[in-house]
């Protein structure tokens, strides 16, 4: 099977197959011609469909949510490019008053078919307005469904899904995964089908099987998971990585099943610890698994802190394998519950 | 260009009508020679662990870099004119504005690398800079820089204050909501307030033609009552004695105004950029109008400056953006545990 490297290509692969048979789909945002969205998510297209189809906006986030927005209502499948997460502010309230709610509030009436395509995290230098995650924020809003791919096989297929989905759906794509020249690259190369297929949304993926903790991680933080997964098992720690794929809808069965088998979680994310993904993960474990849990349940995120630019603070604020694993490894030596 | 080169008699009369005298002239030029020489060392330093490969995080400056090459008449033209009380919010291509506007040189690199003795303590970075001492802020977010300056232009007149605000951004950034809400505000409350839009003809890959539905921001500040000007960017006289205009009314409570500044970026949007979007023909066009030997020629025209002198000056500039990158490079990073200090006061 034809091997691929990271995100990028595949999620664009994923908008080119749909494109060529779906002509309501249409591609929106800054540079998403010549630089294929920055990140890649759209490269290949332009050449391929022209202005017609993928269309370059000015750089108006307020207005061109808007448009999706509208454009949805009356037909079309708009594809968004929000360059970089870190830009929402200045198309939120298209986002989150509107996208979100339009299908609700018209109590049905609204188609909102709106794929939204980010690139997210940090981890390169960029600092404190272009290395955020933000999909916390996001999730919080009941509207949006929300998806984290860490691999390119799950790329293309949750993007497939989305562009089939009659809802608003915001998949965001890491930049160290995306597999591009300039950045540096934590995934692996991986062998993709060239032809159409779909991951469903809501099922968690269970990457590595274990028996003595459960790592719960999205987006760049699997990988790095499962980099302390393998330094664990040479000290005989048996890890199971859990790769969440969606946070809307979330997979509470597989959650909860992997902590009553382990009896210990630890749940790494790279957005803000407080009030987001960490938090609510817990309180869903909990719910389902209390009995099991031999230690309360452990989080790694970044400490609530913006992300600063210089390389030492930058390492220090978002998850690394070593703090993985030094925070599996200390969760496992952790009494057990009374 | 958009205006025909004076002839020796008419540049006299040019400069004598812009109240500029043979010593601003010559530091404006050591300015814009500075400013130069700061970005060519800082693309140099750049690329350092990031060829042959590039590696965005690779190498003693990460993350992304965008240097204002052929845009420094625009920053030294209007920042010239304006005082430490002053306020200027700039852009993610912040450099030029930052150096125009008095920040320490050696600081501004230090922030640059990522140095504990930066202005931010290696937390903001290059799209982040911040010295209050100079009244300078700058922001990574397209169209963030409008309503900034209109609200320490709004403090200013509400604390008494002669100073004005102005507000740097892109073309690009002119097309944000930003842009018409703020220029709205800004005729409604009078405020003492400069927009100075530098239009270099890309918004990063979007050229200008596909993004804006007429090619000038004058128009559209006149339908918010707002006085506004067409300058030719690559020029510091042209820039200076407009902007001389604005800041002197906006000061004297005469409110706010808005300079178009036509300019160019001879370098890509971000270093890496592969410039698809743009010929070589068409740089090669532009570097004919380079605002340095262009006021070099002039300086020499007016009898002003000889070689010698404008050699000095380039020199000068020359030694002091060296030694900032030096100082940069010889700095302390900042220790990890500082990552998790400074949220609030």
Redesign the interface.
């Known amino acids: 099977m034809r091997k691929l490297k990271g995100l990028a290509f595949a999620i664009a692969e994923a908008i080119d197959q749909e494109m060529a048979h779906n002509e309501r789909l249409v591609v929106l945002g800054?540079?998403v011609?010549?630089?294929g969205a920055?990140f890649g998510f759209t490269m290949g297209l332009f050449p391929k469909y022209g202005?017609e189809r993928v269309v370059?906006?000015?750089?108006?986030e307020?207005?061109f949510m808007g448009m999706a927005v509208g454009a949805a209502s009356v037909g079309l499948h708009p594809v968004v490019s929000l360059m970089f997460v870190?830009?929402c502010?200045?198309g939120f309230d298209q986002m989150f008053n509107h996208m979100a709610k339009n299908y609700y509030m018209s109590g049905g009436q609204l188609p909102m078919p709106v794929t939204v395509i980010t690139a997210i995290g940090g981890?390169?230098?960029?600092?404190?307005?272009?290395s955020q995650v933000l999909y916390g924020l996001f999730a919080h809003l009941p509207g949006f469904k929300i998806v984290v791919p860490a691999t390119a096989y799950d790329a293309k297929g949750l993007t497939m899904r989305a562009l089939a989905d009659p809802n608003p759906v915001i998949i965001f794509g890491h930049k160290l995964l995306t597999g591009l020249?300039?950045?540096?690259f934590e995934g692996e190369e991986e062998e993709v089908p060239e032809e159409r297929y779909t991951v469903e949304f809501g099922r968690a993926a269970v990457r590595r099987q274990g028996q003595d903790l459960t790592i719960v991680a999205a987006g760049l933080m699997v990988p790095r998971s499962l980099k302390a997964a393998e330094r664990l098992a040479q000290e005989g720690i048996s890890a199971e990585v859990i790769d969440l794929r969606t946070l809307v809808p979330l997979d509470e069965a597989t959650l909860v099943a992997s902590a009553r088998k382990t009896g210990r979680v630890l749940i790494v994310d790279e957005d803000y610890m407080s009030y987001g993904l960490s938090g609510e993960v817990a309180f869903r474990i909990q719910a389902g698994a209390l009995r099991s849990l031999k230690a309360p349940i452990q989080r790694l995120a970044v400490?609530?802190?913006?992300i600063?630019?210089?390389?030492?603070?930058?390492?220090?604020?978002i998850p690394s394998v070593q703090r993985i694993y030094e925070a599996a490894r200390s969760l496992v030596g952790a009494q057990a519950l009374a | 260009m958009i205006k025909p080169e004076p002839s020796p008699q008419d540049l006299q009369y040019l400069v004598a009508q812009a109240g500029l005298d043979a010593d601003q002239l010559r530091r404006a030029y050591r300015q814009l020679c500075l400013i130069r020489s700061f970005e060519n060392l800082i693309a140099n330093r750049y690329y350092i662990g990031k060829t042959p490969e590039f590696n965005m995080a690779a190498g003693p400056i990460r993350g992304e870099m965008h240097l204002a090459v052929g845009q420094e008449a625009v920053a030294v033209g209007v920042c010239s004119l304006l005082g430490d009380g002053d306020a200027v919010v700039s852009t993610h291509r912040p450099h030029h504005h930052a150096l125009a506007k008095g920040v320490e040189p050696k600081k501004l690199a230090a922030e640059i690398f990522g140095k504990a003795s930066g202005l931010c303590h290696g937390k903001g970075g290059h799209m982040h800079l911040f010295d209050t001492s100079r009244h300078f802020a700058c922001s990574g977010i397209v169209g963030a820089s409008f309503p900034q300056a209109a609200g320490a232009a709004f403090a200013f007149r509400k604390l008494g204050q002669r100073n004005v605000a102005v507000a740097f951004a892109g073309e690009g950034a002119a097309n944000h909501g930003t842009f018409a809400e703020t220029l709205n505000v800004a005729g409604l409350f009078q405020l003492p307030l400069v927009v100075v839009i530098e239009d270099n003809l890309y918004a990063d890959s979007t050229p200008k033609w596909a993004a804006l539905s007429t090619v000038h921001h004058f128009q559209r500040a006149q339908s918010f009552n707002i006085p506004s000007y067409v300058v030719d960017g690559m020029d510091f006289i042209d820039v200076y004695r407009v902007a001389k205009l604005v800041i002197e009314r906006a000061r004297n409570g005469m409110g706010p105004a808005l300079i178009e500044a036509v300019c160019y970026r001879y370098r890509g949007h971000f270093e890496g950029d592969a410039e698809e979007y743009r010929t070589r023909e068409e740089v090669e066009r532009w570097q004919a109008l380079d605002p340095i030997p262009r006021l070099r020629e002039r300086l020499k025209t007016l009898g002003w400056a000889d070689e010698a002198i404008l050699n000095r000056l380039q020199d000068e500039a020359q030694q002091e953006a060296e030694a900032a990158i030096q100082f940069a490079e010889s700095s302390p990073l900042p220790e990890p545990q500082e990552a998790l200090m400074g949220v609030f006061q």
């Open positions: 800054e540079d011609t010549y630089w920055v202005r370059d906006t000015p750089i108006t307020q207005t870190d830009f502010g200045a981890g390169y230098g960029d600092a404190a307005q272009h020249p300039f950045l540096p400490p609530d802190v913006p600063p630019f210089s390389e030492p603070l930058e390492s220090a604020v």
